[in-house]
DNA sequence: AAGTGGTCTAGACCACCTT
DNA sequence: AGGTGGTCTAGACCACTTA
């Protein structure tokens, strides 16, 4: 209860979420069914439907049809909140690091590999510096833990770069995929990482089991080689509530 | 018109959405209005404005009263898009590195300085590894470009180690704030990002004015003196429809 | 004034979970 | 069976924008 601002639906809401935030409701409690809010507040079913889903949106809560609403867990599970070593210029696959962090915790991850060649989305393409028309390699994964997935992620590379080499295969390559490249001429020599958070797409809130209202971190690292030309765009889309990016620097 | 799965308001919103994804509703055009919409897929008024709502949390749409709903722009402004120079140890305040940039372009960064002493939030108290009880100081800036909103950020200091120094003063510290620390005998060595994509509470949507669907960036950089103690946070919230994080690795 | 979106109600039927 | 959330309808009134 408060005579707060605005509409209802927002009054119920900001009431909830001041007792979530003050602890009165703590992660995984149970809010108030619907029928009771609508009790309580007076208010239609429609507008605590409306109040609630605020609540999910802003990723504070969760519902689960047929059991009720609750209090979301702040669930940035340590074994994801990997490092990354930024001076590792021959793992600069983020991924190499995380698998070898996740097997030392006996964790096994896994991840069935897609090879094909498209037009590169416009973001790729910029990263690239490719022009209209131009093709990629895209080799994409969705990496599972314990058969849960927990990330998705995708390598491009200019078609005409590496049409006839080993990574139109869609087979692992063993070691370092970057050796491929060194292998055609193109040794990586330094990269830059672009970090964004977006919504996921449908297909993404899929593939990652993500609960409504969750971000995702847009990882997306270029390659470029002696002639600081841009060899490879490495993407992962890594879910907000369960990775926590860690950038050392200055460390001996 | 299309015949997908599941209920009629997600295919409301998977066909607009595919509309958008090709291409054949640019960014900035108007959606066809509700009215049409209830039309054309004899819907509800209800069905076609959850459909609407889907679209506008996956920060695809946004809606203006008495205009109408448009696809928004990937508004991803250069400008925003600064560098990071990891090696600035002087400079890590990463405003200033920003400041810098905006002043170059002729744009006026401001921002008004709040200086509290609290108890700090469960995740700063565990970066700076403080116990149950031990305080800070917080130095808290919404920062405005052109008077419009772009960035919060604070900067956390434990109470002990800075409470009878020039950091408690609500005022600018001219030059380098960490050079404070440094006259404290705490000169920072190194520090840690660390980065993570979240929703925004209110309280953020509001003072940064991003459209609900938007997702921000919070980077915390952590700086430790040559005893490897944590002696300060630097809390950045950045919305992530303005701004792209970029880290430069391996460059000469 | 007419069109657009924003809030709210009352009621219906369905799907899922627990007992 | 009974409670919980998920989808959908029909209609009302309000607020904002454009002409």
Redesign the interface.
């Known amino acids: 209860m408060a005579r707060n601002e605005g509409s209802l639906y927002r009054r119920v809401a900001?009431d909830l979420?001041r007792k979530i935030e003050t602890g009165q409701l703590q992660p995984g409690n149970e809010l108030p069914s619907e029928r009771m809010l609508i009790g309580s507040y007076k208010a239609s079913r429609?507008t605590v439907r409306k109040a609630l889903?605020l609540l999910i949106?802003?990723?504070l809560v969760s519902s689960h049809q047929g059991k009720g609403y609750f209090v979301r867990q702040d669930n940035?599970l340590p074994y994801y909140g990997r490092r990354l070593e930024?001076?590792l210029?021959g793992s600069?696959e983020i991924y190499q690091v995380w698998e070898a962090d996740l097997r030392e915790l006996g964790r096994e991850p896994r991840g069935d590999l897609n090879v094909s060649s498209t037009e590169p989305p416009a973001d790729i393409a910029r990263m690239l510096r490719l022009d209209e028309g131009q093709g990629v390699i895209a080799r994409k994964r969705t990496r599972l833990v314990d058969d849960q997935p927990y990330a998705f992620d995708a390598t491009y590379y200019p078609y005409a770069l590496v049409e006839n080499s080993r990574l139109l295969g869609a087979v692992d390559i063993p070691g370092d995929p970057d050796e491929v490249l060194a292998e055609l001429g193109h040794k990586l020599?330094?990269?830059?990482?672009?970090?964004?958070?977006?919504?996921?797409?449908?297909e993404e809130e899929r593939a990652l089991r993500v609960p409504?209202?969750t971000?995702?971190?847009e990882l997306a690292r270029i390659g470029y080689d002696q002639a600081d030309t841009p060899v490879r765009v490495h993407l992962a889309v890594l879910p907000?509530?369960r990775?926590?990016?860690?950038?050392?620097?200055?460390?001996?």
């Open positions: 900001d979420r429609n889903d949106n802003e990723g940035t930024t001076k210029m600069s020599k330094r990269y830059d990482d672009e970090v964004r958070a977006r919504m996921p797409n449908p409504p209202g971000p995702v971190t907000g509530d990775l926590r990016l860690v950038y050392e620097h200055g460390r001996e």
